[in-house]
Nanobody
């Protein structure tokens, strides 16, 4: 079992930046994949970015070149650096941790991009 707590969301103007953090309650060294998902009102939850234990990353086409996912296995934390934010990035962002058998979710953090 692992609890995930997201932070770093908020209101930002278009073109601005935010960094989301996902703190885990225990070591993430054995977590195969750390991921960030988002869900906008009226839409399904979608995968934004993921990072495997070996460091391989994957991004949704809509955020490539703007978002960067990283993980710190010593601090038990995953990050999502979001640059050049757009209004369509507005959503609740959720952290996810997957092992071979289980999937864990955080409670989400709101990101609003608006002028």
């Amino acid at each position: 079992q692992v609890q995930l707590v997201e932070s770093g969301g908020g209101l930002v103007q278009p073109g601005g930046s935010l960094r989301l953090s996902c703190a885990a309650s225990r070591s993430i060294f054995s977590i195969n994949v750390m991921g960030w998902y988002r869900q906008a009102p009226g839409k399904e939850r979608e995968l934004v970015a993921s990072i495997f234990n070996g460091g391989t990353t994957d991004y949704a086409d809509s955020v490539k070149g703007r978002f960067t996912i990283s993980r710190d296995n010593v601090k038990n934390t995953a990050y999502l650096q979001m640059n050049n934010l757009k209004p369509e990035d507005t959503a609740v962002y959720y952290c996810n941790a997957k092992t071979l058998r289980f999937s864990f979710w955080g409670q989400g953090t709101q990101v609003t991009v608006s002028s």
